[in-house]
Nanobody, 127 residues
Framework: QVQLVESGGGSVQAGGSLRLSCAAS????????MGWFRQAPGKEREFVAA????????DYQDSARGRFTISRDSAKNTVFLQMNSLKPEDTAVYHC????????????????????WGQGTQVTVST
């Protein structure tokens, strides 16, 4: 069992940046591939970014590619999402998730592949 806690959300103006953190307890995150998802009011949860167990492979939603960067720090047992050039349409609750993959280079954009979820952190981008 792994517990995930997100932090770093907040309110920023369009064009600004935020760095989200996902801290884990209970298990080491090196056993899991990780993902970030978001859910805006009235919309379905959508994939944002994913990173493999050993951090070699990453994947991004098209709207996030080039603006967001997912990374992981094994020593801190934490995964990060650096978000730059934020847009109002990035406004959502952001959740991190952990997946116990069969292969260490694997990533997934499918929410049903993930086993553990954090409670989320709110990101609000204003014009």
């Amino acid at each position: 069992q792994v517990q995930l806690v997100e932090s770093g959300g907040g309110s920023v103006q369009a064009g600004g940046s935020l760095r989200l953190s996902c801290a884990a307890s209970g298990r080491t995150l090196s056993s899991y591939s990780m993902g970030w998802f978001r859910q805006a009011p009235g919309k379905e949860r959508e994939f944002v970014a994913a990173i493999s167990r050993i951090g070699i492979n990453t994947d991004y939603q098209d709207s996030a590619r080039g603006r967001f960067t997912i990374s992981r720090d094994s020593a801190k047992n934490t995964v990060f999402l650096q978000m730059n050039s934020l847009k109002p349409e990035d406004t959502a609750v952001y959740h991190c998730a952990a997946r116990n993959p069969g292969q260490r280079l694997s990533t997934s954009a499918k929410s049903y592949d993930y086993d553990y979820w954090g409670q989320g952190t709110q990101v609000t981008v204003s014009t």
